[in-house]
């Protein structure tokens, strides 16, 4: 099965169980200026959990546009080196709004994976919170599993929350066994690090509401599921690894074809720089259809990071400026007929990620050279956080870049030193203009060329510095 037709398999299945097949919303949230980006299912359908919005229908099924980058959720860093993680990721989820509950949504999973999908039953676990008994039952009356396979887990992992107040309840997930050829333990044990299982499918069951006198019953539960697509597709196309399925595979084989550099570097997982670009084209392509664009701060500053990253991983193996913007063929060919806002954007995408490695090329270049002769500056895995400083504030070499570079060795940078020396500048400078510092990597040029390009879009307006958890490193 291609991704396509697993895709389609969701929808139709619970559409013809009275779902309503809702479209992905953008992966700018609508609702929620403190959201970074749109991270889950769920999140177009906030206020109608909530109460505060009402719809035609009660049951529904979308197949959501996510981004995980900055914020809340980030899983940048991890990206390329796991199976599993992605930047932009789709996610599968049905949804009951007051209508079925834990029961239904268990049996709806299990029909889908194992009915409609025919995985064998055997390569199941589940975990379910460790006081939802109900939810254990469930699973054995509808799936037989048996005590071994239903792991219970007291950690948060298992347990949703909105915020301090609102819908929260316990999870179920759901887990797919890769085989004892891969190293890995269950959920909740010592070896659970390993790659061998892969968490497939969450079911939320919100059923409780968060109060300051602590969490009282809702009248009307409420059920949210997310599945990612590309790690069922894993498990249909017979492999471990996302970036072996046929969408990231496609980009990865072109990336590979046309990178003429041979690198004598090694890296710890095969094709690293590749799946790395082949993920973050995506993102960066998605987010730009979305009407993002590179800048110094909020959403657009997350983008820069994402494309950065990918030119970083591009000239470990000597890619040329227009690698990455090439890339946006293969990720067309096999994403556009479903998402035309891609075809759409075209153009605009490959122009932005070419003008983004032209204008990164020298930062980058200078810095990676930088960062190789000051390695004495490294004690106990640990980068000195004056020295961060130094190069920061005399050539212009970004905190964020520093800290990458580095921790592809698993070195850290000292951001506490760093943090200290920056603001006994602040003090001791009167360069500093209100609302934040100089910026030395975005110019005038720069920004007049966004103001340019982006005229005609929708704008994107984000309001949550706040929410953001290193505010500190946008610049
Ligand atoms: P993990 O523990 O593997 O990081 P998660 O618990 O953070 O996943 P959830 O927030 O429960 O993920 O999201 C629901 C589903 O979305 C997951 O079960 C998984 O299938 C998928 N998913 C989550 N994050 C990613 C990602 N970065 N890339 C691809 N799929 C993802
Ligand atoms: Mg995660
Ligand atoms: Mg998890
Ligand atoms: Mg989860």
Not at 1 to 10: C, E, G, S, V, Y
Not at 195 to 218: A, S
Not at 262 to 290: E, G, I, N, W, Y
Request: proline share 4%; charged share 20%.
């Amino acid at each position: 099965m291609k991704t396509l037709d697993i895709r389609n398999a969701f929808l139709e299945k619970f559409q013809s169980v009275g779902h309503t097949g809702v479209p992905s919303s953008g992966l700018i949230p609508e609702n929620d200026p403190t959201l970074l980006f749109t991270t889950a299912g769920m999140v177009q359908f906030k206020d109608i959990i909530t109460g505060k919005q009402k719809k035609s229908y009660t049951t529904a099924v979308s197949c959501q546009k996510c981004v995980r980058a900055g914020g809340k959720h980030n899983d940048l860093e991890q990206v390329g080196y796991t199976a599993r993680h992605h930047t932009f990721f789709e996610m599968l989820g049905n949804f009951s709004f007051g209508e079925y509950f834990k029961e239904h949504a268990i049996e709806y999973a299990w029909d889908f994976l194992t009915r409609c999908l025919k995985i064998p039953k055997e390569k199941f676990y589940v975990t379910v919170y460790h006081t939802d008994l109900e939810a254990a039952q469930f699973w054995k009356k509808i799936a037989g599993l048996s005590d071994s396979r239903i792991l219970f887990i007291n950690s948060q992992d298992n347990f949703w929350a909105m915020g301090d107040s609102g819908p929260c309840g316990p999870c179920s997930e759901i887990f797919f066994d890769h085989g004892a050829h891969i190293p890995g333990g269950l959920p909740g044990t010592v070896q659970q690090d390993g790659p061998r299982f892969v968490e497939l499918w969450n079911l939320v069951f919100m059923q409780f509401e968060r109060t300051p006198k602590g969490d009282i019953p809702l009248t009307s539960p409420c059920i949210d599921t997310g599945m990612g697509l590309e790690r069922i597709t894993s498990v249909m196309q017979g492999v471990h690894d996302n970036f072996h399925t046929d969408i990231l595979y496609h980009i990865v084989k072109v990336s590979k074809t046309l990178c003429s550099g041979v690198s004598s570097r090694l890296f710890p997982l095969k094709d690293l720089p590749h799946r790395v670009m082949a993920d973050h084209v995506r993102s960066a392509s998605f987010l730009m259809a979305d009407g993002v664009f590179p800048s110094h701060e909020g959403r657009g500053y997350v983008l820069r990071r994402i494309i950065r990253r990918a030119l970083r991983f591009g000239s470990y193996i000597g890619t040329s400026l227009d690698h990455l913007s090439e890339l946006v063929s293969p990720l067309l060919e096999t994403m556009g007929e479903t998402y035309p806002e891609l075809m759409r954007a075209a153009a605009l995408v490959k122009k932005t990620l070419l003008y983004e490695a032209e204008r990164f090329e020298h930062t980058l270049a200078q810095g990676m050279r930088l960062i190789e002769g000051s390695k004495s500056s490294i004690q106990n895995g640990i980068f000195s956080g004056e020295k961060a400083f130094q190069l920061y504030d005399t050539y212009g070499i970004p905190i964020d870049l520093i800290q990458d570079i580095l921790a592809d060795e698993g070195i850290n940078v000292d951001h506490a030193t760093f943090e200290l020396c920056l603001e006994a500048q602040k003090i001791s400078s009167r360069q500093y203009r209100l609302g934040g510092h100089v910026i030395p990597l975005c110019d005038e040029e720069t920004e007049n060329f966004w103001t340019e390009i982006t005229q005609g879009q929708a704008p994107s307006k984000f309001c949550g510095y706040h929410t953001l958890e290193h505010t500190d490193n946008i610049q």
